[in-house]
């Protein structure tokens, strides 16, 4: 007994491995790590360390299975996927036996047959009759089983236990009377999302799953617990009683609302986006996406711009297409190009920037920027501001500092990632704001100066030194920074000194929170030398989806027009806008913080007027007499390939040149000083980043739940 306990134990610590031993098991294992097991008659090979369950799927053997997921710790606790093994008196639960050497397994058997047959009955003893109207139904995973496994009838003849709902939120819904006690929520929320939310209260009948006292899930990631629920136990509020999985199309697509880069599905039901959830991509967001990915869809629906508006006696007004562009090239006619000034925004396409960038040069001008961004950032080297390990190479590093980053609330599923690590032994330390992070984060400073002492052979220093891939990490807020040159300067110094640069291993990274920056970057959608040189304020200012401008960025007296798909801040300050589509509506490429471009595709048609970005900036450059040759998408694209050819291979990661530090001695050599103000991150609220997310209804809901929850409880803040 006590060598079975063991073997349990060591069962559920590979699965607290999550990514990592995902991405392990993922490869190729050596033969001599390798047993032989027969399932059904077939032997099959698997890793040593592997269960039962795994032995039956490698065999190609469909095991049922609620409780069980590959990436949580083992529960053992639904027994829905009892099998029987030789030697063994009564049937097993695949997921929590240790699969040996020589075992020999049987799935079908009438011993099996009837007790997943009665382990389904006393699942469905308490299970209410609620399918015809339960958001979950077509897509149950106890439906589906019970056709299979269940009987035709039932013996219960009792009262049937009723559990009050509980109030997670404003974006998990609860109907807990269905809940059937699988934990997958409970062990995400405290492995995967690191909150340890939600737990069981009672024994037997009377178990129940909540959160022990009053209180609102407070993971970024708490939309997850949606897709991991086998039941109708937990669903989605925003979308509760609004549409059956049959009735919809689904679309695969990239979210947008960081710079992550998530594979979603988007799926709709005639003209609008009813639902968001996840694919699978191991190398990317394995199998999650944040909340704001999955509920802000809302927005898609509210404050969308959808004729030309052109600003007159009263305001802005509507306007046709011919009008609006007859606007602009007046006001376009009474300025040179050196003049003029583009802004692109965090949602824009690579497409759309690359067509204006070349727009804006015909034109004369050089003077090209992105919103909140770094005008002036040399983007000579590519491996200066990507994430040069990439995403899985987190599940591959042994040491990781963060600088002046929260990638909590700047890239949640990365974060995720890193507490895996963490877990599995990694250790995580930091310089900069300290932020709650869901693992223990050793604090370093909080300034430039600790980079120094950092860098002065500190204990840290040597573990750095000694581990095998090291990665340093920088936040977007540190390359926004007036003194980010001087900061970058101490960063290259510990990069350098740390060897966290060898041979086949860069753990250089940049955590950027903006969409379109890479790829603006890629593009070198930056000023040109004489632009960054001018200190006269331009009298017409370009906005490609730019709503978070800084003021110098866009002068008072500046012609301003405004491209994009929201009324936000933009909008409201220029004298045309120019409708555009979503992320939803059109074919774009975005490319992530470690380069790698995607591509979204439309789910739904465009609203009213809106033309794809790309479509406008070609149009208006007939009407301003400098027509770009480009007529169709691939026509784009390749002029995408001409100027970043690695644009032109999707879903792929290059391996950017290395140049040794090159690209930080002019920095270094420059006399500015680094600022004392704490290294912090460039978002402060999570769930309203951009111009979709402040338009969407479910996003406010969760900022004024954090603000004001439940009477009793604490305050939280918005982003933590």
């Not at 932020?435 to 430039?448: F, K, S």
């Not at 000694?466 to 510990?494: H, N, S, T, Y």
């Not at 074919?587 to 739904?604: C, D, L």
Request: hydrophobic share 40%.
């Amino acid at each position: 007994m006590q060598r079975y306990r063991g073997a349990l134990a060591r069962l559920q610590a590979v699965g607290l491995q999550s990514a990592r031993g995902m991405a392990a098991a993922a490869q190729p294992a050596p033969a001599e790590d390798l047993i032989e097991v027969t399932v059904d008659g077939q032997k099959v090979s698997v890793p040593k360390g592997s269960n039962v369950l795994q032995a039956c799927d490698a065999a190609g053997k469909d095991i049922p299975r609620f409780c069980y997921h590959q990436r949580l710790s083992i529960a053992g606790n639904c027994r829905m996927c009892l099998v029987e093994v030789e030697k063994s008196p009564k049937p097993v639960a695949s997921c929590a036996m240790p699969a040996g050497p020589g075992m020999v397994i049987k799935t079908d058997t009438p011993l099996v047959k009837k007790a997943r047959e009665g382990v389904m009955e006393f699942l469905l003893i308490n299970h209410p009759l609620d399918c015809p109207i339960c958001d979950q139904g077509g897509e149950c995973d106890l439906q589906d089983q019970s056709m299979v496994f269940g009987s035709d009838r039932g013996r219960f003849t009792e009262v049937k236990r009723a559990v009050a709902d509980k109030n997670l939120g404003p974006l998990v819904k609860t109907v807990m009377t269905r809940c059937i006690h699988c934990t997958r929520c409970i062990r995400f929320a405290k492995e995967i999302a690191g909150t340890d939310d939600l737990g069981i209260t009672g024994r037997g009948r009377d178990a129940e799953v909540g959160t022990y006292v009053e209180k609102l899930m407070t993971s970024e990631l708490s939309g997850n617990v949606i897709d991991l629920c086998p039941v109708g136990a937990l669903t989605s509020k925003p979308a509760a009683f609004t549409y059956r999985n049959w009735e919809l199309k689904t679309t695969e697509s990239v979210d947008t609302s960081d710079a992550m880069g998530a594979n979603i599905r988007v799926d709709t039901r005639g003209m609008e986006v009813i639902r968001v959830v996840p694919r699978l991509n191991e190398d990317v967001n394995q199998e999650w996406i944040s909340d704001k990915a999955r509920f802000q869809y809302d927005a898609l629906r509210y404050q969308r711009l959808n004729v030309p508006l052109v600003r007159g006696e009263k305001g802005l007004q509507q306007a046709s297409w011919p009008e609006a562009f007859a606007a602009i090239a007046r006001a376009a006619s009474k300025v040179q190009g050196h003049e003029m000034r583009a802004v692109a925004g965090r949602l824009a396409d690579a497409e759309s920037m690359v067509l204006l960038k070349d727009l804006m040069n015909r034109l004369g001008c050089g003077d090209l920027r992105s919103e909140a961004g770094f005008a002036d950032l040399d983007a000579d080297t590519r491996s200066s501001y990507v994430f040069n390990s990439t995403i899985a190479g987190v599940d591959q590093a042994d040491a990781i500092l963060l600088v002046g980053c929260n990638p909590r609330l700047e890239a949640p599923v990365l974060n995720a990632r890193i507490r895996a690590a963490n877990l599995a032994g990694v250790p995580v330390a930091a310089v900069g704001e300290q932020y709650d992070l869901t693992y223990p984060v050793e604090h370093l400073g909080a300034n430039g100066d600790a980079l120094d002492k950092l860098a002065k052979n500190s204990d840290y220093m040597k573990r750095l030194k000694g581990a095998q891939r090291p990665m340093v990490i920088v936040g977007a807020g540190v390359l926004q920074r007036a003194d980010r040159d001087a900061v970058l300067a101490k960063v290259a110094k510990l990069v350098e000194k740390g060897e966290v640069v060898r041979e086949g291993w860069n753990g250089f990274n940049v955590l950027h929170d903006a969409a379109s920056r890479v790829a603006a970057l890629d593009l070198g959608f930056l000023p040109s030398a004489r632009a960054r040189a001018s200190k006269a304020a331009p009298k017409l200012v370009y906005l490609l989806g730019a709503d978070d401008y800084s003021e110098a960025d866009v002068p008072p007296t500046a012609f301003v027009v405004y491209q994009g798909h929201h009324g936000d801040r933009g909008a409201a300050r220029a004298d045309v806008v120019l409708p555009a589509t979503a992320y939803t509506e059109k074919y774009g490429t975005y490319v992530n913080f470690e380069g790698r471009p995607q591509s979204t595709k439309p789910a739904v048609a465009s609203v009213g007027d809106a033309r794809d970005d790309w479509k406008i900036v070609r149009a208006l450059s007939e009407v301003l007499g400098a027509p770009l040759p480009y007529n169709s998408l691939d026509d784009a694209r390749r002029r995408l390939a001409d100027v970043a050819p690695h644009l032109a291979r999707r879903d792929a990661v290059e391996a950017p040149l290395w140049l040794a530090g090159e690209q930080w001695k002019a920095a270094g050599d420059r006399k500015a000083a680094a600022d004392a103000a704490p290294l912090a991150s460039a978002i402060a609220n999570f769930y309203q980043t951009d111009a979709i997310s402040r338009a969407s209804k479910v996003m406010a809901k969760c900022v004024r739940a954090r603000q004001n929850p439940i009477p009793g409880l604490h305050a939280a803040s918005v982003g933590n």
